[in-house]
């Protein structure tokens, strides 16, 4: 993003002009700033920032530092995946594994089709994820699954607060006075276009983090807990005469792992997994069979005719455009956010209280910078921008890419000289 204008810098008490910066000294007359975009598909510089806060933030919450008590390193903490349910068969990686039946013997769709893939797909097919029979996949469901992880999620910690309270024979009320489940959570695309969660879970005790967990609740108990709540989840969907009664659930792939007690190795790698699927998921994943993302919501049908993208997401957006149209499912809000696929959240959520905040990193990062000018605090700043465009010039673009491989290969260079880098 590129600005017109002017600051100025001057001493409170004299008046004496300390600096003075003007965009008609720069080449173009412009100031190049960041966009702050999360997206890695749309601006690769400022997505890298955003996954290091990620990565500081999750860092943090589970080994503490940034305001968070380094106390939380011996609380029990897991980190799990929540999938979705399956649609119809799709193409997957590798070698098919038909539970040990003979290729030949998968049997067929009622569209002939078969009902599993038998061809054996490397991990950059673009088939991967696309339907084996488009005509049984059930792209309504899809929608209005990923239109509902919200409230997928919020059943789930609901039943993960009762199990807990059952299994260390306490009531509810008892319980939540007692202790606290922190979380930090992201919204990852499978190749299918189905969202996933990559939650990290924190038990602390009232006093939020720093305060130990009640007696008896260890990270096994608290998985096992996890796993019950997880697959004990079954909610009705929306109500529609069109598409009949749903009940909305998990799928069957939950993954719930131990972090590792007072080691920052886990951390680490859990911090660096999650700050790595902030920037590409929810409008900027390379998911769903070489969907690149969108940026901007979708205005209409003959836009999705005109997209790049396979025919399994055009049949995703498509589903989004017209079931957004029946006045019954009008509070999923299906046509806004049909660029998502359905998916109305945010990629990265939080509880109030389990690591710092991106807000406070930011302030302490331009903190940082005020505190390398010469003078002191007592500064009077005038200054006046106006907005003069996005993107770079064809010649700056060129300096540009440059300057971005130049950095890549420098980070790359030092995750192999002192290993895994900041957020990689």
């Not at 994943?285 to 209409?300: D, I, S």
Request: hydrophobic share 40%.
């Amino acid at each position: 993003m590129a600005l017109n204008g002017w600051r100025t810098d001057a001493d409170a008490g004299t008046g004496e002009v300390l600096s003075h910066y003007d965009t008609a000294s720069e080449p173009g007359e412009r100031l190049l700033v960041r966009c702050g975009n999360r997206r890695r598909a749309v601006c690769e510089p400022c997505s890298w920032l955003h996954a290091g806060d990620t990565w500081q933030l999750v860092r943090a919450g589970l080994l503490g530092g940034k305001g968070v008590p380094d106390q939380v390193r011996s609380a029990p903490r897991l980190f799990v995946t929540l999938t979705a349910p399956s649609f119809g068969a799709v193409h997957r990686s590798g070698q098919p594994r038909p539970g040990g039946r003979h290729r030949a013997d998968l049997g067929r769709c009622r569209h002939g089709r078969l009902l599993v893939c038998p061809g054996d797909h490397g991990g950059d097919d673009p088939l991967i994820g696309q339907p084996v029979c488009g005509e049984c996949y059930d792209y309504a469901g899809h929608v209005l699954w990923n239109a509902s992880v919200g409230r997928l999620w919020k059943a789930f910690t609901d039943n993960l607060w009762a199990r807990l309270a059952a299994a260390l024979g306490m009531s509810r009320s008892a319980l939540r006075q007692a202790a606290r489940v922190s979380y930090a959570k992201v919204a990852e695309y499978q190749r299918r276009g189905a969202v996933h969660l990559h939650a990290v879970v924190r038990l602390d005790g009232a006093g939020g983090p720093g305060s130990a967990a009640p007696a008896g609740a260890d990270a096994a108990l608290l998985a096992d807990c996890v796993r019950g709540a997880a697959a004990a989840v079954a909610l009705s969907g929306p109500e529609c005469a069109a598409l009949g009664e749903r009940i909305l659930r998990w799928g069957d792939q939950i993954d719930v792992r131990e972090i590792g007690d007072g080691c920052g190795d886990d951390a680490d790698a859990v911090a660096s997994y999650v700050a790595k699927y902030v920037t590409k998921s929810g409008g900027g994943t390379t998911a769903a069979g070489g969907w690149a993302g969108l940026a901007r919501p979708v205005t209409g049908p003959e836009m999705i005719k005109a997209l790049p993208v396979s025919a399994h997401v055009r049949a995703l957006l498509g589903t989004c455009w017209r079931l957004g149209a029946l006045p019954e499912l009008a509070g999923l809000r299906l046509r806004a956010w049909a660029h998502q696929l359905g998916f109305r959240g945010h990629v990265l959520t939080k509880s109030r209280v389990f690591s710092t905040t991106y807000r406070a990193l930011r302030s302490e990062r331009a903190a940082h910078v005020q505190g390398r000018r010469p003078w002191g605090s007592a500064v009077i700043t005038v200054q006046h921008w106006r907005y003069a465009g996005s993107g770079h010039s064809p010649g700056a673009a060129l300096l540009a890419a440059g300057i971005a491989a130049d950095l890549a290969r420098n980070r790359e260079v030092v995750r192999e000289e002192f290993g895994r880098g900041p957020h990689g």
